[in-house]
Nanobody
Framework: QVQLVESGGGLVQAGGSLRLSCAAS????????MGWFRQVPGMEREFVAS????????YYADSVKGRFTISRDNAKNTVYLQMNSLKPEDTAVYYC????????????????WGQGTQVTVSS
């Protein structure tokens, strides 16, 4: 059974940075794309970024391009999301997810989810 555990969320001022981590267990981590999504209460969960199984391909939502960077360490079964120049509109619960394919940015391809970590950006 796939287990994904996020960490690194918290409260930060606008313009600040946070680094989220997601540790995976119970799965063949290195064979699948990994992604980050976020959700605000009452809204749909939205795509933030994803990375292919080798790390060679990365995809970003337009709203975070140039500010967020996704990376992975297959030796540690961990995926990261470096978030810089944070804005109040980045406030959300951030979820880590594993896809069923080796490279994807399509919400429906991500089938395994973590419990989420809260990110709050104050103005």
């Amino acid at each position: 059974q796939v287990q994904l555990v996020e960490s690194g969320g918290g409260l930060v001022q606008a313009g600040g940075s946070l680094r989220l981590s997601c540790a995976a267990s119970g799965c063949t981590f290195s064979s699948y794309a990994m992604g980050w999504f976020r959700q605000v209460p009452g809204m749909e969960r939205e795509f933030v970024a994803s990375i292919s199984w080798t790390g060679g391909n990365t995809y970003y939502a337009d709203s975070v391009k140039g500010r967020f960077t996704i990376s992975r360490d297959n030796a540690k079964n961990t995926v990261y999301l470096q978030m810089n120049s944070l804005k109040p509109e980045d406030t959300a619960v951030y979820y880590c997810a594993r896809a069923i394919t080796s490279s994807s940015y399509t919400r429906s391809d991500f089938r395994s989810w973590g419990q989420g970590t809260q990110v709050t950006v104050s103005s």
